[in-house]
Structures are given as C-alpha cells and as structure tokens.
C-alpha cells in the first residue's frame, strides 16, 4: 500500500488539440469509500468492497484501520475486478495502535476517526501533511469533549493531536455550527458507542452518506425534520441514533464520484467540439449542486440511466461543449457542491456575464485557503475576479477566452498549494484557455483522483507529463 508523499510534479498545459470524446469512469467516491473502510472495520464480519477509491487519502484510512487491529486486504477476482476485503474488529474492540496515525492529506479521515476514537477505550497519536496540519481541528474536538474523549492538539487546535478516548462516552444532542458533514459524522461515529440517544442538529442538511452506511451496516438512524414548525422546516434536520450499537458486516459498492466527475465535465463544457460520457456517476441530491448550477448556466448536460447500484442512485453524465452564460449560486446550495466550486469558478471565467457565488466561507478551510487560491488561479490566467465578504464574484469573458477565438484566458502561472481540487482546475483551464498555464505541482492529484492525467488524455487532452 502506497501512501508516501509524492514529489513535487510541474505541468505546463497547452489547450487542448481538439475536442475531448469518448466514454469514461472516474474513481470511486471518496467520501463513501473513507466511510465503508471504518464502518467495515468496526463491524462484526467480513466486508467486501468494491469501487474502492484507491487513493492517497483513502489509503491512508486502510493504514489506520489496520493499526486499529481490522484485516484488509486487496484481491482481484476472477474477473480482474479489484475488491477490497475487511474483517471487522467487532465487539472486542479497536486496538491501541503502536504507532502515530498519519492522516495524510485527508480532512475526512482526521476528522471522522477522531470521532470514532472519542469513545473507544484507546489512547492515539494522530498526524498530517503540512496542510492538513494546518486544519482546524476545534470543530470536532468541542463535541467530542462534551461527549467525554480528551484531546491534546497543537496551538489552534491544529495537528498533531493526541486522543484520550474514553471507555464511558456521554450521548449528546449537538446542533452544527457550520455545515459540515465531517462534524455531523464524527458526533454519530462517537454516538455510536455511549450509552443513549446522540442527536446531531443540521440548520442545513450536508450529505448524508454516514446516516445511509450505518444503516446499511445495520444500525437504524432516525432522521427527522428540524423545528417542525419553523417556516424553513423542510430544510434542517435532527438526525439521532441509540448506543451502544453494533454493526454488521455488508458488502458495499462505492460508485464514482461526483466531485471527481466535475472535472472532466467542465472540461468538456469548455474544449470546444467536446462530446462525453462520464459512467456511473453518484447522484445523491446532497452532491449534486453542480450538476443543478451547470443547467441553470445552459450547459448541454444531460444525466441518463438513472438506476440503483449498491444503494446509491447513479447515472451517466452526457455532456457537450456549449456556450454557458452567468449564475448567481444561492449560498444553501453550498454544501451540495462544496468540492465543486474551484472548477465551477473555471466554467464562469469562461461564461457570458459576471458570476456570483454566494457563502463560501467554508472554503478557506479546506485543503488549501481554496477561495484565495481560486481567486488567485483566475487572477493569474487574466480573469477579472473579487470576493465579497464570502461570495465569489467572476467576470466572465464568454467565448473570447478560448484558444479558439483569440485567447483571453491563460497564460499564468499557479501555485496549488498542496491542494488536488487546485491542481485540476487549473489543468481545466489550461485546456480550455488560449495561452499555455503553468503548474508548480500536480503530485496531490494523486489524494483523490491518480488515473487523472492518464484519463484526460484517453480523452484527447494531450498532455504533457515532463
Ligand atoms: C466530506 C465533507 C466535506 C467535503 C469533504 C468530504 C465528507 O467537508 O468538503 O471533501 O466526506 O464528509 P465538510 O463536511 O467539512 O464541509
């Protein structure tokens, strides 16, 4: 299993010889791959997984779930497919790791596992890379303390962090102060061990992949409006389960990712004489705000084949290059495409008129500070851009900033800032503007996404690994 930091990798992009065409499927789901390893590793049996995510973050979660005492492994079957097998811990219970557990890149992975930890009886070291070391942790450590668990974390609660989890967890009833599906999941994760009802208060509802895993792992989750008799009811939510719970061991199939699909989709909006089929994409309403977003902007997109597999809606993704015009993005949709607005600001650079995206304030703790990275992307590339407290604001040039018609857009150079979303955006824009684009580095791609490069070209992309 791989998971060493990779070494700084340039790219110089030039647009895109011609249209991107083709048929293709991006990598598993990362959000429901982080989950299926720790729920699996927690359950009683065996699990196996399919359409695992394998990278970098996800990887680093298989590491510290082996350190935790679970049994994972990788086989391919009969028919060359990759399954993922984990034999749970089960009711005897984590094991103390020997060793610092290194969360890598991933947020989700710091975040979910220290709530997991909270309330096992366990003592734990837990690091990053320098980014994720830069994260605020405090988000999830205030519940998780309430709910009994002691924590040690650098000035400003960042990591390293100990864990002194606690064999006798409180059940807590816990509103979100921000929109996080990190902190709903690490309170429930804890929950699952105290004796009683948690409750997790959302005001506005983040993606709901915790809530479907566990009771596809067998333990009912209850989800509720919020204040029924508030005039916004339908929109928050009380989520609650009973501990202690166990969980039983059930195969998962992870379908692709939204978030990975956003980038060759915005690709082939922009790269004039684009035609493509993206497969199997993952359609939970809780991720789809880009897809939403990119209609209301005229896109040629068209989602066919909508079924069920593993539980999840999926669907294929038909899309065609076409002019977009503006969009004003309403800030509740935020948390339906929060991974997605680096690549949308892309696709309004290249839009008729001037975009608003509204409440991103949650993007300045990201993998990077992704709203000044995103303004800085644009900037460099000669696109007119401004923040507004939190909203993000792009004046578009329309057609003109296509390689095609005189080349407006491009030309810069751009940091990433050890931050994939970053990376493939810029490589986005690289392809569909008209002067090349620099990349200072392109290795963290490999966190969420490590076939990108390779996938893009399949496409027609054309470029150019030095
Ligand atoms: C994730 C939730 C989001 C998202 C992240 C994955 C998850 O973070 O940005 O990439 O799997 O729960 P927040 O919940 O902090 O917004």
Same mark, same amino acid.
């Given at each position: 299993?791989?998971?060493?930091?990779?070494?700084?990798?340039?790219?110089?992009?030039?647009?895109?010889?011609?249209?991107?065409?083709?048929?293709?499927?991006?990598?598993?789901?990362?959000?429901?791959? +982080?989950?299926?390893?720790?729920?699996?590793?927690?359950?009683?049996?065996?699990?196996?997984?399919?359409?695992?995510?394998?990278?970098?973050?996800?990887?680093?979660? @298989?590491?510290?779930?082996?350190?935790?005492?679970?049994?994972?492994?990788?086989?391919?079957?009969?028919?060359?497919?990759?399954?993922?097998?984990? *034999?749970?811990?089960?009711?005897?219970?984590?094991?103390?790791?020997?060793?610092? &557990?290194?969360?890598?890149?991933?947020?989700?992975?710091?975040?979910?596992?220290? $709530?997991?930890?909270?309330?096992?009886?366990?003592?734990?070291?837990? *690091?990053?890379?320098?980014?994720?070391?830069?994260?605020?942790?405090?988000?999830?450590?205030?519940?998780?303390?309430?709910?009994?668990?002691?924590?040690?974390?650098?000035?400003?609660?960042?990591?390293?962090?100990? /864990?002194?989890?606690?064999?006798?967890?409180?059940?807590?009833?816990?509103?979100?102060?921000?929109?996080?599906?990190?902190?709903?999941?690490?309170?429930?994760?804890?929950?699952?061990?105290?004796?009683?009802?948690?409750?997790?208060?959302?005001?506005?509802?983040?993606?709901?992949?915790?809530?479907?895993?566990?009771? +596809?792992?067998?333990?009912?989750?209850?989800?509720?409006?919020?204040?029924?008799?508030?005039?916004? @009811?339908?929109?928050?939510?009380?989520?609650? &389960?009973?501990?202690?719970?166990?969980? *039983?061991?059930?195969?998962?199939?992870?379908?692709?990712?939204?978030? %990975?699909?956003?980038?060759?989709?915005?690709?082939?909006?922009? /790269?004039?004489?684009?035609?493509?089929?993206?497969?199997?994409? $993952?359609?939970?309403?809780?991720?789809?705000?880009?897809?939403?977003?990119?209609?209301?902007?005229?896109?040629?997109?068209?989602?066919?084949?909508?079924?069920?597999?593993?539980?999840?809606?999926?669907?294929?993704? +038909?899309?065609?290059?076409?002019?977009?015009?503006?969009?004003?993005?309403?800030?509740?949709?935020?948390?339906?495409?929060?991974?997605?607005?680096?690549?949308?600001?892309?696709?309004?650079?290249?839009?008729?008129?001037?975009?608003?995206?509204?409440?991103?304030?949650?993007?300045?703790?990201?993998? %990077?500070?992704?709203?000044?990275?995103?303004?800085?992307?644009?900037?460099?590339?000669?696109?007119? /851009?401004?923040?507004?407290?939190?909203?993000?604001?792009?004046?578009?040039?329309?057609?003109?900033?296509?390689?095609? *018609? !005189?080349?407006?857009?491009?030309?810069?150079?751009?940091?990433?800032?050890?931050? +994939?979303?970053?990376?493939? %955006?810029?490589?986005?824009? !690289?392809?569909?503007?008209?002067?090349?684009?620099?990349?200072?580095?392109?290795?963290?791609?490999?966190?969420?996404?490590?076939?990108?490069?390779?996938?893009?070209?399949?496409?027609?992309?054309?470029?150019?690994?030095?």
């Amino acid at each position: 299993m791989k998971t060493s930091s990779p070494a700084a990798r340039p790219l110089h992009v030039v647009a895109a010889p011609a249209g991107l065409k083709g048929r293709v499927r991006v990598p598993g789901d990362k959000s429901i791959s +982080h989950r299926a390893l720790m729920f699996a590793a927690l359950a009683e049996g065996r699990t196996q997984i399919t359409g695992l995510l394998e990278g970098e973050d996800v990887l680093r979660t @298989a590491q510290a779930m082996q350190a935790l005492g679970a049994e994972i492994s990788r086989n391919v079957d009969g028919a060359g497919k990759v399954v993922w097998s984990v *034999t749970g811990c089960g009711p005897q219970g984590l094991q103390e790791p020997a060793r610092v &557990l290194d969360m890598g890149n991933s947020g989700t992975g710091a975040r979910l596992l220290s $709530g997991l930890l909270a309330t096992r009886p366990i003592n734990t070291l837990m *690091t990053g890379d320098d980014s994720l070391c830069a994260r605020p942790m405090q988000r999830v450590t205030v519940p998780l303390s309430d709910m009994g668990a002691r924590f040690v974390t650098r000035s400003g609660g960042r990591l390293p962090m100990a /864990v002194e989890g606690t064999g006798n967890g409180k059940a807590i009833t816990y509103r979100l102060p921000v929109a996080s599906a990190q902190v709903k999941s690490a309170v429930l994760l804890a929950g699952l061990n105290c004796a009683g009802e948690t409750v997790v208060e959302e005001p506005v509802p983040t993606r709901d992949h915790t809530e479907n895993m566990l009771r +596809h792992f067998g333990v009912p989750v209850r989800v509720e409006p919020l204040e029924p008799s508030a005039p916004q @009811a339908d929109t928050g939510k009380r989520i609650s &389960l009973s501990g202690p719970a166990r969980l *039983t061991a059930r195969d998962v199939t992870v379908p692709g990712d939204p978030s %990975s699909a956003a980038f060759p989709l915005v690709a082939a909006l922009l /790269v004039p004489g684009s035609d493509l089929v993206i497969e199997t994409v $993952g359609l939970n309403p809780l991720r789809t705000g880009l897809l939403t977003t990119l209609a209301e902007m005229g896109a040629a997109l068209e989602i066919r084949n909508i079924r069920t597999e593993g539980g999840e809606q999926v669907g294929d993704l +038909h899309v065609r290059a076409g002019p977009l015009k503006a969009v004003d993005v309403p800030a509740a949709r935020a948390p339906a495409m929060i991974d997605e607005y680096p690549v949308l600001a892309v696709a309004c650079a290249f839009a008729a008129g001037t975009s608003r995206l509204r409440g991103l304030g949650e993007l300045r703790v990201k993998e %990077s500070d992704r709203l000044a990275s995103t303004v800085a992307l644009l900037q460099a590339n000669g696109v007119e /851009v401004e923040t507004e407290g939190d909203d993000l604001v792009i004046h578009g040039v329309g057609a003109r900033g296509s390689a095609t *018609t !005189g080349a407006a857009i491009g030309g810069g150079q751009v940091r990433t800032r050890m931050d +994939h979303r970053l990376a493939m %955006s810029a490589i986005v824009l !690289g392809l569909a503007g008209g002067k090349p684009v620099a990349i200072d580095d392109t290795s963290f791609i490999e966190t969420s996404f490590p076939a990108f490069i390779s996938l893009m070209n399949e496409l027609g992309a054309g470029l150019q690994v030095p």
